[in-house]
């Protein structure tokens, strides 16, 4: 009898294919199949194999009680709090808030940055670890988080994203990123929206990061995507926006200037991952048949104007390059390559907004009657059909202070769950979507 496992996790509530004595195919569901076949397969390798992924993908959480008994990060907490929240994880943010303070920044970030504890940190990847072992579960071969990327930021900006330890010790983003990956197996997203170019150590960590991911190796197990941030949006080009509308025109064109020097330079930074196609733009705007004043300067004949500029400077730093030192482009087919892919990138503006954030008050109407909706939806719901919604259509993130939330573009809630971290247990911030009152509960 021969199995074809393509992605078990996807199998399991989808088909399997098998070939009967006969040698005919079949298909059934997986779960049908290990039932059915359970007997004449006996413990064979292959058969524990499944039955390991089986209690991970639907869990008997009663016979797994007690599998995470004395791993500390969850100590006190019941297989199924921690078993539920792992298999759909999706974000782990190292950082909270952000100092780019975007205009349009769906998920509201607060301007100033709290880091995690390292410390705690490790201790959530060697206690998943642990558990994979006990499992006898292996993420990283078989890609059973439903995922398709782990982010390592929620509410904060990528080139922020690195940890200090108790002696003082400097983890950066890759290094974060493998030990996230080695324990979920799902690769890592990148985003960023620039950093000061003034800022030394910023400059460096970020070239750091580029240098690590111009290995194929490194980028192409470790990361799902890496995307520059480009749009009218950012605090620094919004208060150039502000002094022009106050007739402060010098003012207004230097803050537009240091936006615009502000992007170039991330864009020629990452200049190796674009020859390779490994970095990618997000470019974002408003439609121009978008009306109100409010809306002034971040439509898209806004941004093709801002973009101009912004890939002018970027040619010349990358002639400058070619021409002189040529750190990075070191030929003219390398000068077409990254060209090519920077134009492609920034040409492509979208304009579909759904989650505004900060702007959404311009939206209050529509908002009302969706929240109306919501409520009458939920008040109506039996738990069992709100936990089915929870489990499809949310996933987890863990806080820095180790609680464990369910979150999606539009709700979130709040669960049961909080790994035992030590040095941010207390810590507290807001985020959109705010937290529901409803606490989800898995004990
Ligand atoms: S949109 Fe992104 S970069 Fe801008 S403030 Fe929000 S988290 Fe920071």
Redesign the pocket.
């Known amino acids: 009898m021969q199995i074809y496992p393509i992605n078990f996790y996807k199998e399991c509530n989808k088909n399997i294919t098998y070939k009967n004595k006969d040698n005919c195919q079949s298909n059934v569901t997986f779960t049908s199949f290990f039932d059915k076949f359970h007997h004449i397969v006996g413990e064979t390798t292959q058969e524990k194999y499944i039955k390991s992924l089986k209690n991970f993908v639907n869990p008997d959480y009663l016979k797994l009680e007690g599998v995470q008994n004395g791993i500390e990060v969850f100590d006190g907490l019941s297989a199924r709090q921690i078993l539920s929240n792992l298999r759909d994880l999706l974000y782990i943010p190292i950082v909270r808030g952000?100092h780019?303070?975007?205009t349009?920044?769906y998920?509201s970030?607060q301007p100033h940055v709290v880091r995690a504890s390292f410390e705690d940190f490790k201790s959530f990847i060697d206690g998943h670890r642990e558990l994979n072992k006990r499992l006898q579960v292996d993420f990283a071969k078989k890609k059973l988080n439903r995922n398709e990327y782990v982010g390592l930021f929620y509410?904060?900006?990528g080139s922020d994203l690195f940890l200090r330890d108790k002696h003082g010790n400097i983890h950066e983003f890759p290094e974060l990123n493998r030990m996230q990956y080695s324990v979920t197996g799902v690769p890592g997203l990148f985003d960023t929206?620039g950093w000061n170019v003034r800022n030394k150590s910023i400059q460096e960590r970020m070239e750091r990061f580029v240098q690590y991911y111009s290995d194929k190796e490194n980028y192409s197990t470790e990361i799902h995507a890496i995307n520059i941030?480009v749009n009218p949006f950012h605090r620094i080009y919004a208060k150039s926006l502000e002094f022009g509308k106050t007739g402060e025109i010098e003012k207004s064109k230097k803050l537009r200037q240091i936006y615009v020097e502000r992007m170039s330079n991330a864009l020629f930074t990452f200049s190796p991952l674009f020859k390779n196609d490994r970095a990618h733009i997000l470019a974002r705007s408003f439609p121009d048949s978008q009306k109100g004043e409010m809306f002034d300067g971040v439509r898209k004949s806004d941004y093709k104007k801002l973009v101009s500029e912004i890939y002018s400077d970027f040619k010349k730093k990358l002639f400058q390059d070619y021409t002189g030192q040529q750190k990075y482009v070191k030929s003219n087919l390398d000068l077409l390559l990254i060209d090519d892919a920077v134009r492609r990138g920034l040409l492509h503006c979208d304009t579909h907004l759904e989650h505004l954030g900060r702007l959404l008050d311009s939206f209050k109407d529509l908002l009302v009657s969706f929240e109306m909706l919501d409520s009458n939806v939920l008040s109506n719901i039996s738990d069992n059909k709100f936990m089915s919604f929870i489990k499809r259509s949310t996933f987890s993130m863990i806080d820095i202070n180790g609680r464990v939330y369910r979150t999606n573009a539009f709700n979130s809630y709040k669960t049961d769950t909080c790994l035992n971290y030590k040095d941010m247990k207390n810590f507290e911030m807001d985020f959109l979507p705010k937290p529901d009152k409803k606490v989800i509960k898995y004990k």
């Open positions: 952000c780019n303070n975007c349009h920044c998920l970030a509410d904060s900006d929206a941030s």
